[in-house]
């Protein structure tokens, strides 16, 4: 792990309460997709958000931040009032495993679709042909916020597919509703050849790889999250 400084080189609006912050490192940052950094605010106050964007991409690092346990929006507070901030990273084990062929399960709820992103805009780059079903759920259509993204990368890489959940639609949803669990439940294949990563709270993940080892042959030692150290 290094303490590294970045340059606050842009904060965008994707909805109204989730950003895409761009950070440009003065140093190099090597990383793993699927790992996170600290934002350190002071020696007490440090915010663990997920890379976003894959460590093939050099020029800047990208996070989306909004509503979650690291953000009450302090943080973008600080980094619209600071044009330099310090770092820490990289860190977290639930990394891309690339030297697998098996097949990829990944699973976010909220914010934790940035953990995937990486990871997925990962194998697209280096290991086009291994399958990725992605299962992303939100509360609310809006907070599904790259959805668009999502459909138009899966027209051009057939070997990906996905699986958007609302808890809370509104009329114009014509995805799937409930939670991540529930359209988990509908899954038809034995998962003990898969490779797993799974983001979101603690909570939600325990009960998650607990359902997918007993009930479809998941293998415990191919479930990959940070939730239980962050």
Same mark, same amino acid.
């Given at each position: 792990m290094s303490l590294i400084t970045c340059q606050v080189f842009s904060i965008e609006n994707i909805t109204n309460i989730i950003y895409r912050v761009r950070l +440009?490192? !003065?140093? &190099?940052?090597?990383?793993?997709?699927?790992?996170?950094?600290?934002?350190?605010?002071?020696?007490?106050?440090? *915010?663990?958000? %997920?890379?976003?964007?894959?460590?093939?991409?050099?020029?800047?690092?990208?996070?989306? +931040?909004? &509503?979650? *346990?690291?953000?009450?929006?302090?943080? +973008?507070? /600080?980094?619209?009032?600071?044009?330099?901030?310090?770092?820490?990273?990289?860190?977290?084990?639930?990394?891309?495993?690339?030297? %697998?062929?098996?097949?990829?399960?990944?699973?976010?709820?909220?914010?934790? /679709?940035? /953990?995937? *992103?990486?990871?997925?805009?990962?194998? +697209?780059?280096?290991?086009?042909?291994?399958?990725? !079903?992605?299962?992303?759920?939100?509360?609310? &259509?809006? !907070?599904?916020?790259?959805i668009k993204e999502l459909n138009r990368l899966t027209l051009?890489?057939?070997?990906?597919?996905i699986f958007p959940i609302v808890e809370y639609p509104d009329n114009s949803w014509k995805g799937m509703k409930g939670t991540v669990l529930e359209a988990l439940q509908n899954n038809k294949r034995r998962l003990d050849k898969y490779d797993i990563y799974i983001a979101g709270n603690i909570a939600m993940v325990k009960v998650i790889r607990n359902y997918l080892t007993l009930q479809y042959n998941a293998r415990i030692d191919r479930i990959f999250s940070d939730a239980f150290s962050i």
């Open positions: +440009i490192p !003065l140093s &190099p940052i090597h990383f793993r997709a699927g790992q996170y950094i600290m934002i350190v605010i002071n020696e007490k106050d440090k *915010r663990p958000f %997920s890379f976003a964007s894959p460590p093939s991409e050099h020029s800047y690092v990208e996070l989306h +931040i909004g &509503p979650s *346990r690291s953000c009450d929006f302090t943080i +973008i507070n /600080y980094l619209y009032n600071n044009t330099s901030i310090q770092v820490e990273t990289p860190l977290g084990e639930a990394w891309l495993r690339d030297d %697998s062929n098996c097949p990829i399960l990944l699973i976010a709820g909220g914010m934790g /679709y940035s /953990y995937i *992103r990486s990871i997925l805009l990962t194998v +697209i780059k280096n290991q086009p042909q291994r399958k990725v !079903l992605l299962y992303w759920g939100g509360k609310t &259509p809006s !907070l599904l916020y790259e051009q890489n057939p070997q990906i597919t």
